[in-house]
């Protein structure tokens, strides 16, 4: 008996797993706000330079830039007369005075004038809160593995809560950076143990169903954000607003029960056990959890106690050609995805269509492609699903480059569609590296396409700097960089209806049989054929 078939006794699919999907989802719902905060906390309003203190009343004159509007960091040393045709020029200076900012919200950038030449410091600080998400999965991963999925669960609400709070009331932008740095340190200390903590408590035959639904919470949490933006219009209330209601989940996740496989693993069997009979009693088979031993427990536990008394490292990924194959095409479409998600993601406001429409656009993507990924991955495979997720994204971003900035609207479906490949491609990659690499090595797996794809993530925003040198230089690069992550995924074997590998040998094998099964694909089929044989006379019916 596995421990899904065990799980089956005591209620694989009952109130309590309604009750653990909601005490573990409701908590994504945020994620989304801390994530894509600084689409609204960040906007750049319209500004100019603030005139000197001893300007004379009237209208102040600015200079124009080559394009005929308004220099925004630029103003005269000497006024010319506002009478005077606007086209007229004369010497000019910086703002030495500050800016004022035309807008109805504030934001970081207002507050602490991150325009002009401090303008790369507002892609900085959404860096540092990457960096925060790539380092705190090094650290979370390994401190969960010590104290337990739940205590780092719980913690790390209890992180956010304290570093998103604090941050609303930073008093300069290097306290925000620190703050923020340390909100996505939690932010993976919480999507660790949940994706693990998912699909523990359901039999395998739902957890594609629970990490679905989980994943929509997520989606979900992108509708809110701009009715929130919408409706608290100070960047300071609204950091405040998305990060105190986890001072509540952090109390609330005390509920949340304990991954049982780790419980065993640590050597809390007798823990594990009581947990399995009070979820048999909350489901209503209370009978069928007092049958449970601590043997039988062990028993089926077996498996994943000898995989883990085997010690495995990263060193290990590189043992044999397939497992290099796979190291390094994942890699590449893991950095390739969170690079380009996150240049589309967080460049809302360079569409120049309403931002909290757009951004309510954005989210509603997520919601077909995740189904039609599905339905792809089911039917046509992960391989092509993936590649022709990358591609498709590669092509719409290099495609922005070419079209017009007067054609806002078609840029914008450009962004949005790519946008949906992308998130497609997500969906696909996080199934598809669990199937690719043996059980013995998986965890190590998924860490290292993890950290890819937040080491893209990080460094996404920095790209747009180079903006400066030429405005397409960053979609040059954002959709090459998925054309190539894609190209890579076309390397992958595939893993559709095919048993997952537990060691590096079965591996080996296995790939072995796949690209046996390419060369020749009707032996393959001709193989799955059952012959008819010839039956006993004496079976005939008369």
């Keep these: 008996?596995?421990?899904?078939?065990?799980?089956?006794?005591?209620?694989?699919?009952?109130?309590?797993?309604?009750?653990?999907?909601?005490?573990?989802?409701l908590p994504v719902l945020g994620m989304a706000n801390h994530n894509l905060l600084q689409i609204f906390t960040a906007i750049t309003p319209v500004h100019h330079c603030r005139p000197p203190p001893n300007a004379s009343a009237g209208p102040w004159v600015l200079p124009t830039g080559p394009d005929g509007k308004p220099e925004k960091c630029l103003r005269f040393i000497h006024p010319p007369n506002a009478s005077l045709p606007n086209g007229t020029q004369g010497a000019t200076e910086p703002c030495l005075d500050g800016w004022t900012y035309i807008s109805s919200r504030d934001s970081i950038v207002s507050e602490w004038d991150l325009v002009c030449d401090s303008y790369k410091l507002k892609e900085l600080a959404q860096s540092i809160f990457m960096a925060g998400v790539l380092i705190g999965g090094i650290v979370f991963g390994n401190l969960?593995?010590?104290?337990?999925?739940?205590?780092?669960?719980?913690?790390?609400?209890?992180?956010l809560a304290a570093s998103g709070s604090s941050a609303a009331f930073s008093p300069n932008f290097h306290a925000y950076l620190v703050f923020r740095f340390?909100?996505?340190?939690?932010?993976?200390?919480?999507?660790?143990?949940?994706?693990?903590?998912?699909?523990?408590?359901v039999p395998t035959r739902v957890r594609a169903i629970q990490s679905t639904a989980v994943g929509y919470c997520y989606t979900i949490g992108q509708f809110v954000l701009p009715g929130l933006a919408y409706?608290?219009?100070?960047?300071?209330?609204?950091?405040?607003?998305?990060?105190?209601?986890y001072f509540i989940v952090f109390l609330w996740s005390w509920w949340v029960a304990e991954s049982v496989s780790w419980m065993v693993l640590s050597g809390r069997s007798s823990k594990a056990l009581k947990t399995l009979k009070?979820?048999?009693?909350?489901?209503?088979?209370?009978?069928?959890?007092?049958?449970?031993?601590?043997?039988?427990?062990?028993?089926?536990?077996?498996?994943?106690?000898?995989?883990?008394?085997?010690?495995?490292?990263?060193?290990?990924?590189?043992?044999?050609?397939?497992?290099?194959?796979?190291?390094?095409?994942?890699?590449?479409?893991?950095f390739a995805t969170g690079f380009a998600y996150y240049s589309l993601a967080?460049?809302?406001e360079d569409f120049?269509?309403?931002?909290?429409?757009?951004?309510?656009?954005?989210?509603?993507?997520?919601v077909p492609s995740k189904f039609v990924s599905v339905l792809s991955m089911s039917y046509l495979g992960r391989r092509i699903t993936q590649a022709a997720s990358l591609l498709l994204a590669g092509g719409s971003i290099l495609a922005l480059t070419l079209v017009p900035s007067d054609l806002q609207t078609l840029k914008t479906v450009l962004a949005v569609f790519g946008k949906g490949c992308l998130s497609s491609s997500f969906s696909c990659l996080f199934l598809y590296t669990s199937e690719l690499y043996p059980t013995v090595i998986r965890q190590t797996g998924l860490g290292v396409s993890n950290l890819w794809t937040r080491v893209g993530s990080m460094l996404a925003p920095l790209m747009k700097i180079l903006a400066e040198v030429q405005p397409f230089i960053p979609n040059v690069i954002y959709g090459v960089m998925a054309l190539l992550g894609g190209s890579a995924a076309l390397f992958l074997p595939e893993t559709l209806n095919r048993h997952l590998p537990e060691t590096i040998e079965d591996m080996e094998n296995w790939s072995q049989q796949a690209k046996e099964t390419e060369k020749?694909?009707?032996?393959?089929?001709?193989?799955?054929r059952i012959p008819l044989q010839p039956c006993d006379p004496g079976l005939v019916p008369s």
Excluded at 520 to 528: C, H, R
């Design 182 to 201: 340390l909100t996505g340190c939690s932010m993976s200390g919480i999507t660790l143990s949940t994706v693990i903590l998912n699909v523990e408590w």
């Design 231 to 245: 409706a608290i219009p100070q960047w300071r209330w609204l950091q405040l607003t998305v990060s105190v209601p």
């Design 1 to 25: 008996m596995t421990f899904s078939e065990l799980l089956d006794r005591v209620g694989g699919v009952g109130p309590f797993q309604l009750l653990h999907l909601t005490l573990i989802g």
């Design 278 to 334: 009070w979820v048999a009693a909350f489901n209503g088979k209370k009978e069928e959890g007092e049958k449970l031993t601590l043997e039988e427990l062990k028993l089926n536990l077996q498996k994943e106690i000898t995989l883990a008394k085997a010690k495995y490292s990263v060193v290990d990924l590189f043992r044999t050609p397939i497992l290099r194959l796979v190291l390094f095409c994942l890699s590449l479409a893991w």
């Design 352 to 366: 120049g269509v309403d931002l909290y429409l757009l951004q309510i656009v954005f989210a509603g993507a997520d």
């Design 520 to 528: 020749d694909p009707e032996g393959e089929k001709a193989s799955q």
């Design 144 to 159: 969960s593995d010590r104290f337990g999925r739940k205590t780092i669960l719980s913690w790390s609400y209890l992180l």
């Design 346 to 348: 967080m460049g809302v």
